[in-house]
């Protein structure tokens, strides 16, 4: 068993581009799978993903940390945030989300820890 792992967004596991104006690359290491989000201006949830989704609003629960930009959170209920650079991140399901201003949106997204395979 390995005491100690590097990986980087320099060379990530995987790269999908999986709806318009939005990158998404992906990682894994110690069984945690970590997304690294670029939203580019003009980005929202349900233009840009809800097509593909297939769902009204956003089904998944999400555990994010903002790296750059800013992005509006708005739940099914009304209750709406605006998320910017050191802001940590808990969203359940049932919303929509944007880019807010000219900058994109740079986000990491932990998601599906698994038991750790590496370490």
């Known amino acids: 068993m390995k005491t100690i792992v590097k990986k980087s967004f320099t060379s990530p596991d995987e790269v999908k581009k999986p709806f318009a104006k939005g990158v998404i690359e992906t990682v894994t290491i110690g069984g945690l799978v970590v997304n690294r989000e670029t939203l580019e201006p003009g980005w929202k949830w349900s233009e840009h993903v ?13 555990v994010k940390y903002f790296l750059s930009g800013r992005q509006k959170v708005v739940m099914n209920d009304g209750t709406e945030l605006e998320f910017g650079p050191g802001d940590l991140a808990i969203i359940k399901p049932g919303h929509d989300a944007w880019v807010v201003g000219k900058e994109p949106n740079v986000l990491l997204e932990l998601s599906g820890a698994t038991k750790p395979s590496e370490l």
């Open 50 to 62: 809800k097509p593909v989704a297939k769902t009204e609003s956003c089904q998944k629960y999400h």
